[in-house]
């Protein structure tokens, strides 16, 4: 069956770094690309970037240009991607899911299958 | 970039009731509109893809339609574990985006 099992809960100080992974299995990966997206405390969704687990391109929403990085490794049977935030302030607080995406950025279907979160809390 | 657009923000209802939730687009997205059901503390789950396609498993309850920039979900005859947030997405082009949400809750 498809999963995506996500790193554990990190804390982490303003100004740091913090480095999320998602190891997806149980389907043809790269066939299909990965989303990352958060909500914050009492917030909505919000779209993060996408990787293609094929190519290793990447779009990024404008506002997280700078600070965030989706990268991904490949060994013999599984895909991990990873999404690092640099610089990071309190209201980087949320919960950071990974999604099972399209494998190229056209239109197309949204997300279907998605981790069980991270939450990544800021604090000094 | 495409920005999404729902009403209302929140909304009340009785177990047996009709709802519909509305999403605009900022540009046109055909029919590349997807939307999510969020309970507190789970992931999201889709259940309409493009724009009325019934993901695997959602009830027949749910329904959505729309074309172009304006799209509805009706939910319909509701049931206890309906009472959640629900977003639009659109999948037309990246950066993808989602509406603000609208919170269902319990009269």
């Known amino acids: 069956q498809v999963q995506l099992v996500q790193s554990g809960a990190e804390v982490k100080r303003p100004g740091a770094s913090v480095k999320v992974s998602c190891k997806a299995s149980g389907y043809i990966v790269s066939s299909y690309g990965i989303s990352w997206v958060r909500q914050a405390p009492g917030q909505g969704l919000e779209w993060v970037g996408w990787?293609?687990?094929?190519?290793?391109?990447?779009?990024?929403a404008q506002k997280f240009q700078d600070r965030v990085t989706v990268t991904m490794t490949t060994d013999t049977s599984t895909t991990t991607t990873y999404l690092e935030v640099r610089s990071l302030r309190s209201d980087d607080t949320a919960v950071y899911y990974c999604?099972?995406?399209?494998?190229?950025?056209?239109?197309?279907?949204?997300?279907?299958?998605w981790g069980q979160g991270t939450l990544v809390t800021v604090s000094s | 970039d495409t920005q999404m657009t729902q009403s209302p923000p929140s909304l009340s209802a009785s177990v047996g009731d009709s709802v519909t939730i509305t999403c605009r687009a900022s540009q046109y997205i055909s029919t590349y509109l997807n939307w999510y059901q969020v309970k507190p503390g789970k992931a999201p789950t889709l259940l309409i893809f493009s724009a009325s396609h019934l993901q695997t498993g959602v009830p027949s309850r749910f329904s959505g339609s729309g074309s172009g920039r304006d799209f509805t979900l009706t939910i319909s005859g509701l049931q206890p574990e309906d009472f959640a947030t629900y977003y639009c997405q659109q999948s037309f082009a990246m950066p993808r985006s989602f509406g603000q949400g609208t919170k269902l809750e319990i009269k």
């Open positions: 999604a099972r995406d399209l494998g190229s950025p056209v239109a197309g279907r949204g997300p279907d299958y």
């Open positions: 990787i293609s687990t094929y190519n290793g391109k990447t779009h990024y």
